[in-house]
């Protein structure tokens, strides 16, 4: 059975900075992509950014592109998520999400809030 367990969130001001994590257990972390999610309050999902299992490609929502960083440590099964010059409408709770294109594992979920 695959666990997701995300942490990082926080309460945060206008252009501060908040890294995530996201640990996994009883998947193939070091074969899959890897994705984060977000929702912000009242609206759907919002897909954030995704990385290859090797760390070589990345893509980032317009919405984040130049402010949030996707990294991860294949041999600690993390993934990251470095978020600068946040903005209220960051605001939302973050997912980090397993297998793949298969989307097929999600953890919990970490509250990330940002005031003015």
């Known amino acids: 059975q695959v666990q997701v367990v995300e942490s990082g969130g926080d309460l945060v001001q206008h252009g501060g900075s908040l890294t995530l994590s996201c640990v996994t257990s009883g998947s193939t972390f070091s074969t899959d992509a890897m994705t984060w999610v977000r929702q912000a309050p009242g609206k759907g999902l919002e897909w954030v950014s995704v990385i290859d299992d090797s760390g070589t490609l990345i893509e980032y929502a317009d919405s984040v592109k130049g402010r949030f960083t996707i990294s991860r440590d294949n041999a600690k099964n993390t993934l990251y998520l470095q978020m600068n010059s946040l903005r209220p409408e960051d605001t939302g709770i973050y997912y980090c999400?397993?297998?793949?294109?298969?989307?097929?594992?999600w953890g919990q979920g970490t509250q990330v809030t940002v005031y003015s």
């Open positions: 999400v397993a297998g793949g294109s298969n989307l097929s594992d």
